[in-house]
Every structure is written in structure tokens, then in C-alpha cells.
């Protein structure tokens, strides 16, 4: 983990504008936001995918997320509205490996969205449906 960007955070190696801290999770701004406001939570725990956490950390990460989507909202910036954001892994756009719970204020027309491919366009059988469903209840 020496070389973990968000652990060196955690160690206080690397500069950053703290929002919030308890001795599971840090909050901090962003150096890169979607919008001023941009939150990222950071488990002090090192775990690149979220199921390498257990589940009161897991719990406690959104919990936390909750508090600063209040504060968003109450904070006199511009929010309409709250992303939370987790890539969880590097094909789902994990750019730092471990695991980093984006929450970020949005307003309509900030410039930010998804891009869909063309077959999510397309619904899926019913039939398809079933048999992934099927694939995941089979493997929980």
C-alpha cells in the first residue's frame, strides 16, 4: 500500500481540504470536482473493491455520505441534487485502487452525465432477464 495515493492521504503525506474525518473514513474535496463540492469519502481501511469491506464499514460509508449530501444542500452552493458515484473496479472507471465514494452537488445543465451505448436503448427480454437474474441470485 505504499504506493496508494489515497493511503499516503490517509497518512497525512499528501495535502488535502478535509470535510470530515472519524477513525473509520476520511471526506475530502476533490482536486479534480464534477461541480464545486465534489466529495470523496475514503475508507482509511485500504480495499480496492468495495467487497473487500466488511458491511458496517460499508454501511458506514453511506451513512456518512448521507450527512454530506445534507450539508451540500444546505451549503449556499449550487444543488439541485446529489450524485454518489463508487467505481468499483478498473473496467467500472476505478482510477485510484481503493475503494473512494464520490457524492457531488448537480445542478441542471452543469455539463456532466453518462453516456449510454446503443443497446441500452434496446429493453431485453423478459426471458433474458430471468436468466440473469437467476445467474445472481444463484451466487450470492
Not at 2 to 19: G, Q
Not at 44 to 63: G, M, P, Q, R
Not at 91 to 109: C, D, G, N, S, T
Not at 126 to 134: P, S
Amino acid at each position: 500500500m505504499n504506493d496508494c495515493l489515497f493511503c499516503k492521504i490517509v497518512k497525512k503525506e499528501i495535502p488535502i481540504t478535509k470535510i470530515y474525518e472519524d477513525k473509520k473514513v476520511l471526506a475530502i474535496l476533490d482536486i479534480q470536482p464534477v461541480n464545486d463540492g465534489h466529495v470523496l469519502i475514503i475508507p482509511k481501511k485500504h480495499a480496492v473493491l468495495i467487497t473487500e469491506l466488511d458491511d458496517n464499514l460499508t454501511s458506514h460509508l453511506f451513512k456518512v455520505a448521507k450527512k454530506i449530501n445534507i450539508s451540500l444542500r444546505k451549503s449556499g452552493l449550487k444543488c439541485e441534487g446529489v450524485n454518489y458515484f463508487l467505481a468499483d473496479g478498473e473496467a467500472a472507471m476505478q482510477e485510484v485502487p481503493h475503494v473512494h465514494l464520490h457524492v457531488f452537488p448537480r445542478y441542471k445543465k452543469d455539463g456532466f452525465g453518462l453516456k449510454f451505448a446503443k443497446k441500452y436503448f434496446k429493453l431485453p427480454s423478459r426471458k433474458k432477464l430471468d436468466i440473469i437474474a437467476k445467474k445472481i441470485k444463484n451466487n450470492k
